[in-house]
C-alpha cells in the first residue's frame, strides 16, 4: 500500500523528534570560537510592541501584556513557526533597551526549559537553522548579565540544535528551508568550540543546492521574488561568515551569488521594494539593498529578463512585468495566475500594483489572491488563466497554464517597448491575449494596448463555439488596474479619464478609448505585516470580444504641465517640493 503524505509527514515528525533527543549526547560546547556579525535587520517599531505583550505573526494578533509567547494559544501553524524561528529576536535587538533584553532573554531560556530535549513543533530543520542564526546573531546581546548556569544552558542548547542539523537538514524541503538549514549549520560550525567538523560537509551540501536550485539566469523553481531575497540573503551571510573566518567558499556558492544578485537588482523597484509575484512581498523594508550591498554584485540582467520577468525602467519610474508561464508541479504550491501582469512604481510611491498573496488571511484570501483577477491584467470570461486541481494531491497546484509566452523587449520610437502574449485561454475561448507596453523615454507616460486575438483556423473555431454558447452576445473580458492604497483616485472629465494622487505630490492621469467602459471599483491590497486586507480600489476597463480580433488601448500619464520631478518628503511630515 503506497505512503500517503499524512503518514511520510507524521513519520518525519518523528525522525525529527528521535533526532532531537539523541543529540542531547553530544559533547556540549562551552564557549564560541567565533562571532558572526549580527547583520539580519530587524524592526524598532515592532520590537517596541512585542514588548508592550502585542504578538503580530503571521496575519494574527494577540494582546497578552507579560506573558510568555509560549503560553500562548497558537492559531495555526505559521504562527507557531514565526515563534519558534526566533526572528522576532532581530526586532527586539533592534529596540536594544534594558526591557527588551530581559524579555528576549527571558523567553529564550523559557524556550531551552520547555523544548531545549527535543520536544515541540520548533524541531524542523528550516526553523532549527534560522534559529541558530538568530541565537548566534545576538549571543552577546542575550548572555549579559546571565549566570553560569543559563550559560552553559545556553551553550549546550545550541550544541543540540547543532548536532539535530548535521543528522536532519536533508529532511529539510529543497529551496528556501534547506538554505536555511545548512546557513544555520555553517553558523553553528564556524562560531562553537568542538563545531567545526560540521562546517565543510555543510559548505558542500550548500554548494550543491546552490547548483540544483539557481538556475542560469538566477532564479527559483517557485518563481517568487522574495523567496530569492531570502535565499540570496542567507548565501551571503554564509559567504560572509566563511571568509571572516579564513575560510573560502566553494565555487558554486559564489557563482550563485553572482547570478543572483543581478536578477534582483531587475525585480527591484523603484522604491526599494520587489515585484509582488507568485507569493511574494516587497520584503522587508531596506533588506533588499542591504543584502545588495553585502554582496558586492553589480548590475542587472542584460536582456531585461529575470526569472521570467521583463523589467522597463526610466526617469523615476520602474515596470515590472510577469512574462513567462507560472511554476509548475510542487513549485507551483503558491504560484499565482499572474501572466502578463504589471506592477508600476513612480520614485518611493507605487501605483499599480497586484493584489498580493494572501496566505496569513486564511485559505479563501490566499485562494482569492492567486486568481487574476486580483492582478493588473486582462481576465477573459471571470476565469484565470491559470487554473488549480481539484485532486487532494493538486488541490494547491495550478494543473492548467499558458503553455506558449513569447515575448519581445525593444525600443520605441519614444522610449522602451514591451510585447507579449500568452494562450491560456486559448483551449476554453479559441484566444490569445496580446498585450502591449511602451514606456516614454522620461519615464513620464506609459501606453498599453490589450488585444484577444483567435489566430488560426482551429482558434477561430473554438471562439465560434464559445460565442454560441454565449448565445452570440460576446465573451465579457475585464482588464483591471489595481491601485496602492496610498493612491488616491477620482473620476474626470465626464467619466473618460481617472486622476491618481499620490502621497508624494505627483498626478497621474488615466485614459481609454471607447471601446471598453471605465469604472472605479473597490479592490484590496494585501499585506503580510497587516491584521486585516487592505481597502483600495481598481480601475477596471470592461467589454466584449465580438470578434476574432479585440483590441483595447489605454494610457496613464504625467499631465504635461505637472513638474518633472518631486521631491518626496511626505513621511517627514512636509510638504512636497517640487522641482521644475
Avoid at 100 to 122: C, E, F, S, V
Avoid at 205 to 225: K, S, V, W, Y
Amino acid at each position: 500500500m503506497p505512503r500517503t503524505d499524512g503518514f511520510s509527514m507524521r513519520a518525519t515528525r518523528l525522525m525529527n523528534r528521535l533526532a532531537a533527543r539523541r543529540a542531547a549526547l553530544a559533547r556540549s560546547a562551552t564557549a564560541f570560537v567565533s562571532h558572526p556579525e549580527p547583520r539580519t535587520i530587524g524592526s524598532f517599531a515592532r520590537g517596541r510592541q512585542l514588548c508592550a505583550g502585542n504578538f503580530l505573526f503571521a496575519g494574527h494578533l494577540i494582546r497578552r501584556p507579560g506573558a510568555s509567547p509560549w503560553d500562548l494559544p497558537a492559531p495555526d501553524e505559521a504562527f507557531s513557526s514565526a515563534l519558534h524561528g526566533f526572528a522576532w529576536l532581530d526586532d527586539l535587538a533592534a529596540a536594544g533597551d534594558l526591557p527588551a533584553r530581559q524579555m528576549a532573554q527571558a523567553w529564550l531560556w523559557d524556550w531551552i526549559d520547555r523544548y531545549g530535549a527535543g520536544r515541540g513543533p520548533g524541531w524542523t530543520p528550516d526553523l532549527t537553522g534560522r534559529r541558530l542564526i538568530r541565537w548566534i546573531n545576538h549571543a552577546i546581546f542575550l548572555l549579559a548579565g546571565r549566570d553560569r548556569a543559563q550559560g552553559d544552558a545556553f551553550y549546550r542548547s545550541l550544541t543540540r540544535q547543532t548536532v539535530f542539523l548535521s543528522r536532519r537538514w536533508r529532511a529539510a524541503g529543497p529551496g528556501l528551508p534547506r538554505f536555511e538549514a545548512l546557513t544555520g549549520l555553517i553558523y553553528a560550525g564556524l562560531s562553537l568550540e568542538g563545531m567545526a567538523g560540521h562546517v565543510a560537509p555543510a559548505a558542500a551540501a550548500l554548494a550543491r543546492e546552490c547548483t540544483t536550485q539557481i538556475d542560469a539566469e538566477g532564479g527559483l523553481p517557485t518563481r517568487n521574488p522574495e523567496d530569492l531575497l531570502d535565499v540570496f540573503t542567507l548565501l551571503t551571510w554564509a559567504a560572509v561568515a566563511l571568509s571572516e573566518a579564513g575560510q573560502s567558499p566553494q565555487q558554486a556558492h559564489w557563482a550563485a551569488i553572482e547570478r543572483i544578485g543581478p536578477t534582483l537588482r531587475t525585480l527591484r523597484h523603484a522604491d526599494g521594494g520587489l515585484a509582488r509575484f507568485h507569493g511574494g512581498g516587497r520584503g522587508l523594508e531596506g533588506r533588499l539593498d542591504a543584502a545588495l550591498a553585502a554582496s558586492g554584485v553589480k548590475g542587472r540582467r542584460s536582456d531585461g529578463l529575470a526569472m521570467g520577468f521583463a523589467r522597463i525602467g526610466a526617469g523615476r519610474t520602474s515596470l515590472i512585468i510577469d512574462a513567462a508561464p507560472p511554476p509548475s508541479g510542487a513549485a507551483s504550491d503558491s504560484a499565482h495566475a499572474s501572466t502578463l501582469a504589471f506592477e508600476l512604481t513612480s520614485g518611493r510611491r507605487p501605483v499599480i500594483v497586484n493584489c498580493g498573496a494572501g496566505d496569513s488571511f486564511g485559505a479563501d484570501w490566499r485562494r482569492a489572491g492567486r486568481a487574476t483577477p486580483s492582478h493588473s491584467t486582462l481576465t477573459l470570461a471571470g476565469q484565470s488563466s491559470s487554473r488549480m486541481g481539484r485532486a487532494p494531491r493538486d488541490r494547491e497546484r495550478l494543473v492548467t497554464t499558458p503553455k506558449e509566452v513569447p515575448i519581445r523587449l525593444s525600443t520605441a520610437p519614444d522610449g522602451h517597448r514591451f510585447e507579449g502574449g500568452h494562450d491560456g485561454y486559448v483551449s476554453g475561448f479559441g484566444l490569445t491575449h496580446v498585450r502591449k507596453l511602451e514606456l516614454t523615454a522620461d519615464g513620464r507616460g506609459l501606453a498599453g494596448e490589450d488585444m484577444l486575438a483567435a489566430l488560426d483556423e482551429a482558434a477561430q473555431a473554438r471562439f465560434d463555439a464559445a460565442m454560441d454558447g454565449a448565445q452570440l452576445g460576446g465573451i465579457a473580458f475585464d482588464i483591471r488596474f489595481h491601485l496602492h492604497p496610498d493612491v488616491d483616485a477620482s473620476v474626470d472629465l465626464g467619466g473618460s479619464a481617472v486622476s491618481l494622487a499620490l502621497k508624494s505630490g505627483e498626478i497621474w492621469i488615466f485614459r481609454a478609448d471607447r471601446h471598453a467602459a471605465l469604472t472605479v471599483e473597490p479592490s484590496v491590497y494585501l499585506e503580510k505585516s497587516r491584521l486585516k486586507p487592505r481597502a483600495t480600489k481598481q480601475i477596471v476597463l470592461s467589454g466584449r470580444a465580438m470578434e476574432y480580433a479585440t483590441r483595447t488601448r489605454w494610457s496613464l500619464a504625467k499631465p504635461s504641465d505637472s513638474p518633472i520631478g518631486v521631491r518626496d518628503l511626505a513621511e517627514d511630515g512636509r510638504t512636497p517640493v517640487t522641482v521644475t
